[in-house]
């Protein structure tokens, strides 16, 4: 089987049918573009930042970002690499940012919200980003938007900080797609509305299930509320989709759920454009795609939609794809 897989590495991803889904790899740091590569990963669809700014004693600088951003840009080669700006606090924290206590630490100042607090690490962040985007296909995203405005004054800064850039002389390149998470139940049912000002969206199913679902992504005993396959899981995914290609725009999902054996047959019914996935698993999901057919899937997630539980939904897709 690994033999059979590793004969899929150079190839592009097709249904059987010929439907064409991109595969891309999650990172955490620029030495996991050899994996992604040696895994035949077709772009980087979250690199996630955090990384940079752990077990450290104090902010990375600018420099120091700027070198691994354009390290992961051109060890990618031309392909695209969605970075995903700084997604601290919940889980994470930096021992060097002083922040308060809070109650609910996946509900309070995480992510975006701390970046507006902490504007000048955001700033900085982004000035490396920019600064980078000369040495390959950069594409921005922002973690855990949960409204327009909050969008709108993300790439409003980094617009500022382009322009900033440009007056000091420094090229920035001139087409960086931006984009957002969609992790939020509030940005999923609005997703129509964010499609017009966005430029993809990548559904981030680790948070968006836990926040649809009211239940902590770490804790056990409400581990049994964590269903990927429930239908009303399933319904905030195609609104998304459907959002995005009826503006033109491409939806991907980086969450655990990119990658999972059942879940791909149900998301490539939805229409999903891009999978991103862990390295390790993406030549067994190009081999599972290279032997579903696009229209039956389709007609498969159309029903799924129609179930009431996590269950019905997991027998449907068996049955379907005989697993
Ligand atoms: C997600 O929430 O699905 C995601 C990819 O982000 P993280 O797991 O880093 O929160
Ligand atoms: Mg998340």
Same mark, same amino acid.
């Given at each position: 089987?690994?033999? +059979?897989?590793?004969? &899929? ?16 790899? /999650?990172?955490? $740091?620029?030495?996991?573009? +050899? ?45 695209? @690499? ?31 919200? &701390? ?32 409204? &327009? ?13 382009? +322009? ?33 000002? @966005? ?5 981030? $199913? ?12 770490? /804790? ?9 396959? /429930?239908?009303?899981? &399933? ?8 959002? =995005? ?5 491409? =939806? ?72």
């Amino acid at each position: 089987q690994k033999a +059979e897989w590793a004969l &899929l590495k150079n190839e592009p991803t097709f249904t059987k049918d010929g439907k064409q889904v991109e595969l891309a790899a /999650n990172i955490g $740091t620029p030495q996991d573009v +050899e994996g992604v590569l040696h895994n035949g990963g077709e772009a980087v669809g979250l690199y996630r930042t955090e990384f940079l700014y752990m077990e450290r004693e104090q902010l990375p600088t600018e420099d120091e970002q700027f070198e691994a951003y354009k390290q992961v840009l051109e060890s990618m080669d031309g392909k695209a @690499v969605v970075v995903r700006t700084l997604d601290i606090g919940g889980d994470k924290h930096l021992p060097y940012l002083q922040l308060p206590e809070e109650m609910n630490p996946f509900l309070g100042l995480r992510a975006i919200r &701390l970046c507006f607090e902490e504007q000048e690490v955001f700033r900085t962040q982004l000035r490396a980003l920019l600064r980078a985007s000369m040495f390959g296909n950069l594409k921005i995203m922002f973690p855990m938007i949960a409204t &327009l405005d909050e969008f709108r004054s993300a790439k409003a800064i980094l617009l500022e900080e382009r +322009e900033k850039l440009q007056n000091e002389g420094i090229n920035v390149a001139e087409d960086i797609e931006i984009g957002i998470m969609v992790e939020i139940p509030s940005t999923a049912v609005l997703a129509d509305q964010f499609a017009k000002e @966005v430029d993809f969206f990548s559904i981030g $199913t680790n948070d968006l299930i836990q926040y649809t679902m009211a239940a902590d992504r770490m /804790n056990e005993r409400v581990s049994y509320l964590y269903q990927p396959y /429930n239908p009303a899981i &399933l319904r905030l995914v195609k609104m998304v989709i459907d959002a =995005a290609h009826k503006e033109g725009k491409w =939806a991907g999902m980086c969450g655990e759920m990119a990658g999972d054996e059942i879940a791909i047959p149900l998301l490539l019914g939805l229409g999903l454009d891009e999978f991103s996935m862990s390295a390790s698993s993406i030549l067994r999901a190009r081999s599972q795609i290279k032997q579903l057919d696009y229209d039956q899937m389709g007609l498969m997630a159309e029903e799924a939609l129609q179930k009431s539980t996590t269950e019905e939904v997991m027998e449907l897709v068996n049955k379907v794809t005989k697993m």
